[in-house]
């Protein structure tokens, strides 16, 4: 059976092996040209687009080491397999530890390279899959840090679910830096308004002299100063979000013309004769209580009821720790893309530090912790030495060491797939001994059983 199209770019600086190899991968039916220098490898993957590169670690002009290194920034869909003279496995470590998927030791056997080759294939068509299905996810939900598998989140998302065809008003609670602005989001983006605007405004951050304008505009000669007509936040979004954030810092006397906003969907901005009618929809979020508010006589009651036509609590990460991993792994990607370094991850000492902080300050500390982390990093695994003295020795909470069982299960079965099931490579990459690593694996499966 022919294989589906896919470019191989041979790098290999023996001019007769690397002939040997592009002509009998050309007879298995891939698209392979060959380079001998490690420079025009990588001139090669700038301008192209190459599926696999088949890379000799020794090289007379490069280290096949910077070149993965380079090939994890110019092209990550690439994958790569080396090649090496030596029987080092420190060396092939590496390798893997840059970006390679695979190593091979020369003189090699060519049906050998035929299998790796086969499913390196199947690997990528697979990763390409995948990719495919989240990028479709995020056009349909492109909050994609708004992410978990803990059992709090699967109800916000099925809530979200619940929300997808209508445009009822939503209250959003939760702490400081849970996430709230990604729900709101995600509720305009899976709107049937979700082409129209999405203009959020932080009550808290506006001082309250100025709030009534932001919200309501003014025209022209309403007061000293106004030169020309403003529009409001209200109509400025016309017929698509309004995103009210800390609803809970609004002041009374500006809590009823709010509830004339939403009842009668009509505004009066300052200095107006008549009403300006508008179409919207209206999300709030805040970290207070608002029915406490209602009982201390600081919220109206009636606008608390207009506002809680529907609830979503979004929960702290302090009560879905089982999420941090997913949540790492996911910034840990969108700064490797940003810094431009090719990291792949936190230790497995690092991870245990990360699932035991209080999180005070939510997702958003988070987010911050692993910015700072990866700012700092010169290796493609992040250590402990790179976190945050504060994040250290914290008090942990009664469920912890499971989710800490749970979060090493899913690191070591991450690092094995990324050793295709060596566990030698795996324990190394690790820093543990491979008796040690037999022994996680052990109560990993037993645990599942």
């Known amino acids: 059976m022919t294989p589906p199209h896919m470019k191989i770019l041979v790098v290999e600086d023996e001019i007769i092996l690397q002939r040997e190899f592009v002509e009998f991968l050309d007879e298995l039916g891939y698209d392979a040209e060959g380079v001998s220098e490690g420079q025009v490898a990588l001139q090669r993957l700038q301008t192209e687009t190459w599926d696999m590169l088949l890379l000799d670690i020794a090289l007379p002009d490069i280290s096949g080491i910077d070149i993965l290194k380079e090939v994890a920034l110019l092209s990550p869909d690439t994958i790569s397999l080396v090649m090496t003279a030596f029987a080092s496995l420190d060396t092939a470590i590496e390798a893997l530890r840059w970006g390679a998927?695979?190593?091979?030791?020369?003189?090699?056997?060519?049906?050998?390279?035929?299998?790796?080759?086969?499913?390196?294939?199947?690997?990528?068509?697979?990763?390409?899959?995948?990719?495919?299905?989240?990028?479709?996810?995020?056009?349909?939900?492109?909050?994609?840090?708004?992410?978990?598998?803990?059992?709090?989140?699967?109800?916000?998302?099925?809530?979200?679910?619940?929300?997808?065809?209508?445009n009822a008003n939503v209250l959003i609670s939760g702490e400081s830096g849970v996430g709230k602005e990604l729900v709101a989001r995600a509720l305009h983006q899976q709107s049937p308004n979700k082409d129209k605007p999405f203009i959020p405004i932080n009550i808290s951050a506006i001082p309250e002299s100025m709030l009534e304008n932001q919200l309501f505009g003014h025209q022209k000669g309403a007061f000293t100063g106004a030169e020309?007509?403003?529009?409001?936040?209200?109509?400025?979004?016309?017929?698509?979000?309004?995103?009210?954030?800390?609803?809970?810092?609004?002041?009374?006397?500006?809590?009823?013309?709010?509830?004339?906003?939403?009842?009668?969907?009509?505004?009066?901005?300052?200095?107006?004769?008549?009403?300006?009618?508008?179409?919207?929809?209206?999300?709030?979020?805040?970290?207070?209580?608002?029915?406490?508010?209602?009982?201390?006589?600081?919220?109206?009651?009636?606008?608390?009821?207009?506002?809680?036509?529907?609830?979503?609590?979004?929960?702290?990460?302090r009560t879905r720790r089982e999420d941090i991993p997913i949540l790492v792994q996911h910034f840990v990607k969108e700064f490797a893309h940003t810094l431009n370094k090719p990291l792949l991850g936190f230790t497995?000492?690092?991870?245990?530090?990360?699932?035991?902080?209080?999180?005070?300050?939510?997702?958003?500390?988070?987010?911050?912790?692993?910015?700072?982390?990866?700012?700092?990093?010169?290796?493609?695994?992040?250590?402990?030495?790179?976190?945050?003295?504060?994040?250290?020795?914290?008090?942990?909470?009664?469920?912890?060491?499971?989710?800490?069982?749970?979060?090493?299960?899913?690191?070591?079965?991450?690092?094995?797939?990324?050793?295709?099931?060596?566990?030698?490579?795996?324990?190394?990459?690790?820093?543990?001994?491979?008796?040690?690593?037999?022994?996680?694996?052990?109560?990993?499966?037993?645990?599942?059983?």
Do not use: C
């Open 101 to 166: 998927y695979d190593y091979l030791k020369k003189p090699m056997n060519f049906d050998e390279l035929k299998l790796r080759i086969q499913k390196l294939r199947s690997y990528r068509e697979i990763t390409l899959e995948n990719q495919a299905l989240k990028r479709l996810v995020h056009t349909q939900e492109p909050t994609s840090s708004l992410l978990g598998e803990s059992a709090v989140m699967q109800t916000v998302f099925s809530e979200l679910t619940l929300l997808r065809e209508t």
């Open 228 to 317: 020309q007509d403003q529009m409001g936040i209200f109509e400025a979004a016309q017929g698509g979000t309004v995103f009210l954030d800390e609803i809970g810092e609004l002041p009374l006397s500006l809590q009823p013309r709010l509830l004339r906003v939403i009842e009668q969907k009509e505004i009066f901005p300052l200095g107006a004769q008549a009403p300006k009618t508008l179409t919207f929809r209206l999300l709030v979020a805040t970290n207070r209580d608002l029915q406490q508010m209602v009982e201390e006589g600081t919220f109206r009651q009636d606008l608390y009821y207009r506002l809680n036509v529907f609830h979503i609590e979004v929960p702290p990460l």
């Open 348 to 449: 497995q000492e690092a991870m245990h530090t990360l699932l035991a902080a209080e999180w005070r300050g939510n997702v958003r500390e988070l987010r911050n912790v692993i910015e700072r982390a990866a700012i700092l990093a010169h290796d493609p695994w992040i250590g402990p030495a790179l976190l945050p003295a504060s994040l250290q020795n914290k008090p942990s909470s009664l469920r912890l060491q499971d989710v800490l069982d749970e979060a090493e299960k899913h690191h070591l079965h991450t690092v094995l797939q990324l050793t295709e099931g060596n566990k030698e490579q795996a324990a190394k990459l690790l820093g543990i001994g491979l008796t040690t690593l037999y022994r996680k694996l052990e109560k990993s499966e037993s645990s599942s059983s």
